[in-house]
């Protein structure tokens, strides 16, 4: 979650997930998948610096999960296997 402040005051938490877009109009104004629209005290650079962070943060305690040595098994992205460069046809019945 993000940390962002509406205009009359009020901190409030936003899924970066949720965010379709980022708008500033010169108020910066966030638009939800859904629809909903917030207008925040944050500047679009700042936001947008904002969901930087966070994904860096969820990159980062993954990479920590999968670096210790207890029964958790978490995948990193990097030690996922490639798919093949090419598909192969199957014959029916088989």
Not at 1 to 7: E, F, G, Q
Not at 30 to 35: A, E, H, K, V
């Given at each position: 979650?993000?940390?962002?402040?509406?205009?009359n005051g009020p901190r409030f938490?936003?899924?970066?997930?949720?965010?379709?877009?980022?708008?500033?109009?010169?108020?910066?104004?966030?638009?939800?998948?859904?629809?909903?629209?917030?207008?925040?005290?944050?500047?679009?650079?700042?936001?947008?610096?904002?969901?930087?962070?966070?994904?860096?943060r969820v990159v980062a305690t993954t990479m920590a999960l999968t670096?210790?040595?207890?029964?958790?098994?978490?995948?990193?992205?990097?030690?996922?296997?490639?798919?093949?460069?090419?598909?192969?046809?199957?014959?029916?019945?088989?």
């Open positions: 979650m993000i940390v962002v402040t509406r205009l938490a936003v899924n970066p997930d949720l965010l379709q877009r980022i708008e500033s109009t010169p108020d910066t104004i966030l638009t939800l998948i859904d629809g909903t629209k917030y207008i925040v005290a944050e500047s679009l650079d700042e936001v947008t610096e904002l969901v930087v962070e966070y994904r860096a670096h210790e040595d207890d029964a958790r098994e978490v995948a990193a992205v990097t030690e996922l296997r490639p798919l093949p460069n090419r598909l192969t046809s199957v014959r029916d019945g088989e």
